[in-house]
């Protein structure tokens, strides 16, 4: 199957900074990326995701992008706020299924 | 909003014992997925369905682990006899017949502490 690599596995700003966190996959047929958010308790919510078609995509404060090539998307926040702290997830499909990274403890300090 | 629900939000029991977890997806979703997830690691596929029929168990451990679909809706697993190490949260997830790209959704899962 596919293998998702994340990194880091915590990571802490000051409010309204950026924060990145980065992906790797190891098949190159994975399609579909998507990323998930993990609040405490609670099952994942999908914040962004991108297609293998497309380089770049933006929503708001959230960016995600996709080096088909090098096999890695990242996700971007920007201007970080409190309520962004939370588990951030990336995941890749192949075949119709998703694995998933190992998660990203984001902390934002106010 | 659409949600998938899964219920007991918690359960406490102890090893050896049964327990089992029900999830009912998004409606007209024809795709069901049980998922483990591990304090501090990423959800792992346990079983898919498409519709009732079962489409992916290869990581499930059949000698404790059976999950149904019998009507294509409402899916139930089930752990016999439950061990120490099956406490995690058990997470059901949906999407429809056109590809989990187009709309893939979570439940809040089941928290299962096994002592």
């Known amino acids: 199957g596919e293998n998702v690599e994340q990194h880091p596995s915590t990571l802490s700003v000051q409010e309204g900074d950026s924060a990145v966190i980065k992906c790797t996959y190891s098949d190159s047929a994975s399609n579909y990326f998507p990323w998930y958010k993990q609040e405490l308790g609670k099952g994942p919510q999908l914040i962004i995701d991108?297609?293998?078609?497309?380089g770049e995509k933006k929503d708001q404060r959230i960016a995600v992008t996709l080096n088909k090539t090098a096999k890695h998307f990242s996700l971007h926040i920007t201007e970080t706020q409190p309520e962004d702290s939370a588990v951030y997830f990336c995941?890749?499909?192949?075949?119709?299924?998703?694995?998933f990274g190992t998660g990203t403890r984001l902390t934002v300090i106010p | 909003e659409a949600e998938v629900a899964q219920s007991p939000r918690y359960k406490i029991t102890e090893k050896s014992q049964a327990v089992a977890f029900w999830c009912d997806p998004i409606?007209?979703?024809?795709?069901l997925y049980w998922y483990r997830q591990i304090l501090g690691q990423g959800p792992e596929l346990l079983v898919q369905?498409?519709?009732?029929?079962?489409?992916?168990d290869s990581q499930l451990p059949k000698d404790r682990f059976s999950a149904e679909r019998l009507k294509g809706v409402d899916s139930t697993l089930k752990i016999q006899p439950a061990e120490l190490g099956d406490s995690a949260m058990y997470l059901c997830?949906?999407?429809?017949?056109?590809?989990?790209?187009?709309?893939?959704?979570f439940g809040s899962g089941t928290r299962l502490t096994v002592v």
């Open positions: 997830a949906s999407s429809p017949r056109q590809g989990l790209e187009n709309g893939y959704t």
């Open positions: 995941a890749a499909s192949i075949y119709g299924n998703l694995f």
């Open positions: 991108i297609r293998s078609n497309v």
């Open positions: 409606s007209g979703h024809a795709t």
């Open positions: 369905f498409q519709d009732e029929s079962v489409v992916d």
